[in-house]
Nanobody, 116 residues
C-alpha cells in the first residue's frame, strides 16, 4: 500500500533552517510528481511546493520563494523540503503528498514551529 512518512520537523528560531524528508513506499516513486503542503493553526491547508517526477520542474507558493527548496532522490524514494530563513508564519503541520495538481495520497505530517 502507498505510504508517505514525513520527518525532520521541530523547533527552529526565526532565520533558522530545517530540512524535511518524506520517505515513500508502495508505488513507483519515480513516476509521480510530489508535493508539500502545510496547515497552520486555525487555518486551511496551503499548497507549498511541488516537483516533477524527474525533478526537472519545481513550483513554489509566493510566500516561500527564495527560502524553500524542494528536491527528490528517486534512488531513495524520498522527497525533501529545505527550509531556510524561517519565519514565525511558517509554523504549521507540513504534509507531503503524491501528485501535483490533485494529490491522491498524503502523509501524517511533521510539525514545524518557528519561535524564539
Amino acid at each position: 500500500q502507498v505510504q508517505l512518512v514525513e520527518s525532520g520537523g521541530g523547533l527552529a528560531q526565526p532565520g533558522g533552517s530545517l530540512r524535511l524528508s518524506c520517505a515513500a513506499s508502495g508505488f513507483t516513486f519515480s513516476r509521480h510528481a510530489m508535493s508539500w503542503a502545510r496547515q497552520a493553526p486555525g487555518k486551511g491547508l496551503e499548497w507549498v511546493s511541488n516537483i516533477y517526477s524527474d525533478g526537472s520542474d519545481t513550483r513554489y507558493v509566493d510566500s516561500v520563494k527564495g527560502r524553500f527548496t524542494i528536491s527528490r532522490d528517486n534512488a531513495k524514494n524520498t522527497v525533501y523540503l529545505q527550509m531556510n530563513s524561517l519565519k514565525p508564519e511558517d509554523t504549521a503541520l507540513y504534509y507531503c503528498a503524491r501528485g501535483a495538481r490533485f494529490p491522491d495520497y498524503w502523509g501524517q505530517g511533521t510539525q514545524v514551529t518557528v519561535s524564539s
